[in-house]
């Protein structure tokens, strides 16, 4: 059964620190592409950050360069989102996706691309 389960959100201050984690479980995860979403109340579901396995290769929004760095841990099968300098706007419900992609991407995947999703972790970002 494939898994991709979701730790790490919280609420913080303006200009705070928070680590999100995503552990797959399931899928060979070397093969795949993660990427992280987040979704704020009435608005679409947006990317912020994908990272393809099979070569490390990472993409950003650029709404989050420089702030946010994601990066995996093959070993474990999970994969991390550092996120610095939060404002509210950031405040969202944050999820992690994968889908079957193992080339050099110039772009992340589209949110329709991706195969299995988590259930979502709560960032709140107080002014």
């Known amino acids: 059964e494939v898994q991709l389960v979701e730790s790490g959100g919280g609420l913080v201050q303006s200009g705070g620190s928070l680590r999100l984690s995503c552990a797959a479980s399931g899928f060979r995860f070397g093969a795949y592409t993660i990427g992280w979403f987040r979704q704020a109340p009435g608005k679409e579901r947006e990317g912020v950050s994908c990272i393809t396995n099979s070569n490390g290769r990472l993409l950003y929004a650029d709404s989050v360069k420089v702030r946010f760095t994601m990066s995996a841990d093959n070993a474990k099968n999970t994969v991390f989102l550092q996120m610095n300098s939060l404002k509210p706007e950031d405040s969202a419900v944050y999820y992690c996706?994968?889908?079957?992609?193992?080339?050099?991407?110039?772009?992340?995947?589209?949110?329709?691309?991706?195969?299995?999703w988590g259930q979502g972790t709560q960032v709140t970002v107080s002014s």
């Open positions: 996706a994968a889908v079957q992609i193992i080339g050099l991407l110039r772009f992340c995947p589209q949110k329709n691309e991706y195969h299995y």
